[in-house]
C-alpha cells in the first residue's frame, strides 16, 4: 500500500462485514481492490475478517499485481484457520505458478510454502519442481527457499520428490544469487536433521569461492531486491527506481557461513581460501566484513608460516576500525565480536588501542565494551595512555561508568607487573579526590592488587584507613576489612579500626560478617589481646625445672613427691608438683596455663558470640564455630588454616576458557557472538517431528498388545509407539478450535531434539474409560523430563473400527499450557494400543480468575465425535531444574519477602521415615535441599523450588522422624498458587 492507504486504517466503523462482503463481490474493479485493502488493514489491527475467506479467495482471478498481491497476503494469515476454503486457491496457485511473469510465478511459489496446511503442499510439489528449474534466476531463487520451509512442513515428502537433490544442483548455478540461497536453504535443513544433508567437499568449495567473487559484478534484474520490486510492482508504470544487488549483502553471507564450516585439508589450501576470502573485508557490510573476519580467523588456526598470518592480521584491523565509525547499534554488536577476536588474536589491533577510547557522546554500552577492550590491548608500551584515559573516565558523571574505569586501573595493575606501581599511583590520586563511589572501588581493587603482589604496596595501608568513614557499601567493607585483617601486625590500631564494624555485625550482610569473623581472628592470632588475661604466665617444663632447682639453692626443705596433670573444663594444666616438706606436711603446687579462648578479649568473643548464637546465616555459623573449636584445641593448626599462604591471583582480563573462545569465534556475527554464551545455551534446537515405518518398528517387526497400557508403557524409539501392524504415516495435520475458544493454534509440529520417545512409569490415570468413549479409552498425565513438560497419553482402540486422524485440544487453564504441535498417532487398529509423548508449551491461552488445578482436554479423531474429559496439573510438573539456589541467596530472598507472604499448613497423615530419603524425592520433583536444623525432636528442612517466569518458591518442612505429621511452610511473591503448592506436595509425600 502506498502512503494515501493510510485512511483505510483510521476508521473505527461497527458493522461493516456485509458491507466489505457486498463490496468485494462488486463488478467494479477499484472497488473490489478498495475493499481487500481494507480486509487488510482490518486484519492489521487485529480484526477477525476471516469470515469474508471465501470472498476475498474469489477476488484472485485478477491481472492486478497489487490485488493479487494483498489476496496472497490474506491468504498466509488466515488459511490456518480455514483449511478446507483455502483448497479452493490451489488451481490460482498452480495456474500463476506458470505465469509469463518471473514475478507472479515467484510470487505463487512463496506463498503456498508460507500456507502451512498439509493440503496445499500436496499441490505446491509439481511447481516447485518446476520453478527449480526456471529459467529466471529470481524464481529458481525463491525455490530454493520454498524447499526448506517445505522439509520443515514435511520433510519425508521432500526427500521423496528429489528436492534436497535439486537443491545441491543449484549450488552449481550460474546466478550466484540462486547459489546463495540454495546454500541457505540446505544449511537451515541441516540444521533441523542430525543427518549429513549438506557437506562441503573440494569440490563444492571451488564452486562457493566462485559465486563469492561474482557476487561484486552488477546484476541487471529488476526484482532483486524485495523492497523496490514492490515499490515497481505498486507502481508499474514509473521509471523503475535503482537497487542495490541483494547479493551483495546476505548472499555473501550464507556463502561465508557455510565456507566457514569447511576445514582445509593442508596449510595451503587455507591460505588459497583465505586469499579468495579477504577482499570481502573492504565491503561496505558489517555483516559481510564480520564473517569474512570470521572465515579468517578458522582458517588461519592452519596456517604455519608467520609472515601470512602477521599480514593477515594488518589486513584485518582497518575493516574492523571501521566498523566503529557506525551506528551506536552496529558499533555495539562490533565490539562484542572485537572483544572475542582479541582475545585469541591481540596482536591485530594492538597498534589500534585509540580508537577505543571513548567519547562523550557514546551511549553506556558502548562505552562499556570500550573499557572491556581496552584492558585486553593494554600492554606496558601504551599503559600510559591508557591510563590517563582511565583516569579522566574517573571523573566523568556517570556512576556505573566511572566504577569500572576505577577497576579497569586495578585490572590493569594485576595483568601489567611492571605498570603495577604507576597504577596504584592513580588510584591514590583518585582517593584523593574524596569522591564516595570513587574511594571505595579504589579500595575494592586495591585488595586485589594486595592478593596480586604480597608484601610490595602495603605502605599505602594508613592512606586508606584515612577513608575508612566513608564506606557504606558491603564490597568495599569487606574488602578493607581484609586488608586490616591480613596486615594486623602492621597496623598499630587494628583493634580498633575492627571494633567501628562491630557495632553494626548484626545488621551487615553476610559478605561482611563472614571477612569480619575471620579479620577478628586473624587479630587474635596476629597480635593477641594485650589485657589482664594476658597477665597470666605459663611456665613450660623447662620453667619448672628451674623455679625446682631455685627452691634447692634457696634451702628451702622439701621433696618431691611425684609429678602429674591436672585436668579442667576451663584451664588447660601444664604441670603440677607434689612436695613433702620437713614436717610432714604435703603441698600441691599447680603452674596452668589458660586455654587459647581464655585470652579472647570482649571484642573477640562478642564476634564469635553473634556469629554463632545471635545468627541464622549458616555459612557464618558454620565458619565461626571451626574457629572457636580450633582455638580452643590447637591454635597453631589455627595458624596454619587461617594465616595459610594465599595462592597469588592472576589477570582475569581473558575471562573465557580457551574451549568455549573457539566455538565463540566459530559463530562470529550471530548472537552468540554478542551474547557471549554458545548457541545452545540460550536456543533450544528444534525438528519437525517425521517418522518412517523403521521407526516405529526398530526391528522392521510389529507385534500385538500383551496387554493394556501397564506392560506397553515403557521406553520406545519414536514420539508415538504402535503395537498394531505399521500403517504409513500421515502428514501432520492442522489443529481444529474443537472447544470454540478461537484460539491461535500454531500447528508447527516442532520439539527439543532430545524429546523422549515415553517415559517409563506407574500407570498413567484413566481419563476416558472405555465406556464413556464408545471403545476408545485414554489415559493421560502431565509429566516433566528432561526440562520439558509432555502430556504422555495412553490410547486403547476397543472398538470393531480402526481409528485415525487425532487431533487435540486444551482448554484455557491458569498456566496456558497447550499443545506444542500435533498429535502424533499413526492409524489405531482394533484390539491395539499406542503410546506417545505431547510437548507442551506455557502461557498460550491462560484463564482469568484465582489459580486452579483444573486442565480441560478435548481429543477428536475422524471415526468418532469430540470427547471432553478433565484432568489435573500438579505443579511440580511447573518445577525448573534451574530452581536451585545459595544459602545466602535464600536467606536474602526470605528476608526481601513480607511476613504476609508466608503461608503454613498441616499435614497430619504424612509420616517422614527418613530425612535423606524424603530430600531424594523432593529432588526429584525438582525442590532443592538448602539448609537443615533440629528444633526440639524435629527436623526442619529449607529448599527451593522455581516455577517458569522465575518465580520462587522457598520451602520449610517441619517434622519429628516417624511420627505422623509434617508442617509445610512456603513464601512465595505469588500467594495465590500456595494452596496448588499444599496439593502437589502432600500428593508427593503422603503415604511415602
Not at 525455490?143 to 512442513?153: G, H, T
Not at 520490486?229 to 546476505?250: E, G, N, T, V
Request: charged fraction near 20%; aromatic fraction near 8%.
Amino acid at each position: 500500500m502506498s502512503g494515501h492507504d493510510s485512511k483505510y486504517f483510521s476508521t473505527t466503523k461497527k458493522g461493516e462485514i456485509p458491507e466489505l462482503k457486498e463490496e468485494l463481490n462488486s463488478q467494479y474493479k477499484d472497488k473490489r481492490k478498495d475493499a481487500v485493502k481494507k480486509v487488510i488493514a482490518a486484519m492489521t489491527v487485529g480484526k477477525d475478517v476471516s469470515s469474508l475467506f471465501t470472498d476475498v479467495v474469489n477476488c484472485m482471478q485478477t491481472e492486478n499485481l497489487e490485488l493479487k498481491k494483498l489476496v496472497y497476503l490474506y491468504l498466509i494469515n488466515y488459511a490456518k484457520s480455514q483449511p478446507d476454503l483455502a483448497i479452493l486457491a490451489v488451481n490460482t496457485f498452480v495456474k500463476d505458478s506458470q505465469d509469463p511473469n518471473p514475478l507472479i510465478r515467484a510470487l505463487a511459489v512463496r506463498t503456498m510454502g508460507c500456507i502451512r496446511v498439509d493440503k496445499i503442499t500436496e499441490y505446491l510439489c509439481d511447481p516447485l519442481q518446476r520453478c527449480l528449474k526456471d529459467d529466471d534466476p529470481y524464481v529458481r531463487k525463491t525455490a530454493a527457499i520454498c524447499v526448506a520451509k517445505l522439509y520443515d512442513i514435511n520433510a519425508e515428502l521432500v526427500e521423496d520428490r528429489g528436492f534436497l537433490d535439486a537443491l545441491k544442483d543449484l549450488i552449481s548455478d550460474n546466478n550466484p544469487m540462486v547459489v546463495a540461497n540454495a546454500v541457505a536453504a540446505l544449511a537451515e535443513i541441516q540444521e533441523s536433521t542430525s543427518r549429513a544433508i549438506f557437506e562441503i567437499t573440494s569440490h563444492t568449495l571451488t564452486k562457493l569461492l566462485t559465486a563469492l567473487n561474482e557476487c561484486t559484478e552488477s546484476l541487471d534484474y529488476p526484482f532483486l531486491h524485495g523492497k523496490f520490486a514492490f515499490q515497481w510492482l505498486m507502481k508499474p508504470h514509473q521509471p523503475r527506481p535503482p537497487y542495490p544487488s541483494i547479493f551483495d549483502f546476505w548472499g555473501q553471507v550464507f556463502i561465508l557461513d557455510a565456507l566457514s564450516k569447511y576445514k582445509a585439508a593442508d596449510a595451503r589450501e587455507a591460505e588459497n581460501i583465505v586469499e579468495r576470502v579477504t577482499p570481502r573485508l573492504q565491503h561496505a557490510n558489517c555483516a559481510v566484513v564480520l564473517s569474512a573476519v570470521k572465515m579468517i580467523l578458522l582458517q588461519m588456526e592452519l596456517i604455519t608460516s608467520t609472515d601470512i598470518v602477521r599480514n593477515l592480521c594488518k589486513k584485518m584491523a582497518p575493516p574492523l576500525v571501521t566498523l566503529l565509525s557506525a551506528e551506536p547499534e552496529i558499533q555495539y554488536v562490533a565490539l562484542r565480536n572485537i572483544n572475542l577476536i582479541v582475545q585469541k588474536r591481540p596482536t591485530i589491533l594492538a597498534h589500534e588501542i585509540k580508537v577505543f577510547f571513548c567519547k562523550y557522546n557514546d551511549p553506556i554500552y558502548v562505552k562499556m565494551e570500550k573499557l572491556e577492550i581496552m584492558i585486553k590491548l593494554a600492554s606496558d608500551r601504551n599503559i600510559d595512555q591508557v591510563l590517563l584515559e582511565f583516569k579522566e573516565y574517573a571523573t566523568e558523571v556517570d556512576v556505573d561508568f566511572v566504577r569500572r574505569a576505577v577497576r579497569a586501573i586495578g585490572r590493569c595493575a594485576i595483568k601489567l607487573e611492571r605498570a603495577a606501581e604507576r597504577c596504584i599511583s592513580v588510584l591514590l590520586e583518585l582517593i584523593k579526590i574524596k569522591v564516595n563511589y570513587v574511594v571505595q572501588e579504589a579500595i575494592i581493587v586495591i585488595k586485589d592488587i594486595f592478593r596480586r603482589y604480597p608484601n610490595t604496596y602495603e605502605s599505602i595501608i594508613a592512606t586508606l584507613c584515612e577513608s575508612l568513614d566513608t564506606l557504606d557499601e558491603p564490597e568495599a567493607k569487606a574488602s578493607m576489612i581484609w586488608i586490616i585483617g591480613e596486615y594486623a601486625e602492621r597496623i598499630d590500631n587494628a583493634d580498633e579500626l575492627l571494633e567501628s564494624f562491630l557495632e553494626t555485625f548484626p545488621e551487615e550482610p553476610s559478605q561482611v560478617q563472614l571477612q569480619l569473623l575471620t579479620a577478628t581472628v586473624k587479630l587474635f592470632l596476629k597480635k593477641p589481646t594485650e589485657g589482664p588475661q594476658q597477665m597470666i604466665q605459663v611456665p613450660s617444663f623447662d620453667r619448672t625445672q628451674q623455679m625446682i632447682i631455685w627452691m634447692s639453692n634457696e634451702r628451702i626443705k622439701f621433696k618431691i613427691v611425684g609429678m602429674m596433670v591436672v585436668p579442667s573444663q576451663t584451664w588447660t594444666c601444664h604441670i603440677g608438683v607434689c612436695f613433702k616438706t620437713i614436717s610432714g606436711s604435703y603441698v600441691l603446687v599447680v603452674w596452668t596455663r589458660p586455654s587459647p579462648t581464655q585470652l579472647l578479649s570482649s571484642t573477640h568473643l562478642v564476634v564469635l558470640n553473634n556469629a554463632t548464637v545471635e545468627t541464622d546465616n549458616p555459612d557464618l555459623r558454620d565458619r565461626a564455630y571451626i574457629y572457636w573449636r580450633l582455638l580452643s584445641t590447637d591454635p597453631e593448626a589455627a595458624k596454619d588454616v587461617v594465616l595459610a599462604e594465599k595462592p597469588v591471583i592472576s589477570d582475569d582480563s581473558n575471562q573465557l576458557d580457551p574451549s568455549l573462545l573457539d566455538e565463540l569465534l566459530a559463530n562470529i556475527a550471530t548472537l552468540s557472538s554478542v551474547y557471549h554464551k554458545p548457541p545452545d545455551v540460550f536456543i533450544t534446537r528444534v525438528k519437525t517431528l517425521q517418522r518412517t515405518e523403521e521407526e516405529y518398528y526398530p526391528d522392521g517387526e510389529g507385534g500385538n498388545s500383551e496387554s493394556p497400557y501397564h506392560a506397553t508403557n515403557a521406553a520406545a524409539s519414536s514420539p508415538a509407539t504402535t503395537t498394531a501392524a505399521p500403517a504409513a504415516p500421515a502428514a501432520p495435520a492442522p489443529v481444529p478450535d474443537l472447544l470454540d475458544l478461537g484460539m491461535d493454534n500454531n500447528n508447527s509440529a516442532i520439539v527439543s531434539v532430545d524429546q523422549p520417545a515415553s517415559t517409563a512409569g506407574p500407570p498413567l490415570p484413566v481419563l476416558l474409560p472405555g465406556s464413556t468413549g464408545q471403545g476408545l479409552q485414554i489415559s493421560a498425565q502431565l509429566i516433566r523430563k528432561d526440562g520439558q513438560i509432555f502430556y504422555s497419553m495412553y490410547f486403547e482402540n476397543y472398538t470393531q473400527i480402526p481409528l485415525d486422524g487425532f487431533m487435540i485440544q486444551f482448554n484455557k487453564n491458569t498456566f496456558g499450557l497447550a499443545a506444542g504441535g500435533p498429535l502424533q498417532i499413526p492409524q489405531l487398529q482394533p484390539g491395539t494400543s499406542t503410546s506417545t509423548l505431547l510437548p507442551m508449551v506455557l502461557f498460550q491461552n491462560i484463564s482469568p480468575g484465582p489459580p486452579s488445578t483444573l486442565l480441560q482436554v478435548a481429543v477428536k479423531n475422524s471415526q468418532q465425535p469430540v470427547w471432553y474429559f478433565s484432568d489435573k496439573i500438579s505443579l511440580l510438573v511447573l518445577f525448573s531444574e534451574d530452581g536451585r539456589m545459595e544459602r545466602t541467596t535464600f536467606l536474602e530472598t526470605w528476608k526481601s519477602l513480607p511476613d504476609s507472604n508466608e503461608i503454613s499448613k498441616d499435614f497430619p497423615a504424612v509420616v517422614v521415615n527418613s530425612v535423606e530419603a524424603t530430600l531424594d524425592r523432593l529432588a526429584a520433583s525438582n525442590m532443592f535441599f538448602i539448609a537443615k536444623r533440629k528444633h526440639v525432636n524435629q527436623e526442619v528442612l529449607y529448599l527451593s523450588a522455581k516455577i517458569p517466569r522465575g518465580i520462587p518458591f522457598l520451602i520449610e518442612l517441619t517434622a519429628a522422624i516417624g511420627v505422623p505429621g509434617l508442617k509445610c511452610a512456603v513464601k512465595s511473591p505469588s500467594t495465590d498458587l500456595a494452596p496448588l503448592f499444599f496439593e502437589a506436595i502432600e500428593t508427593l509425600l503422603k503415604g511415602y
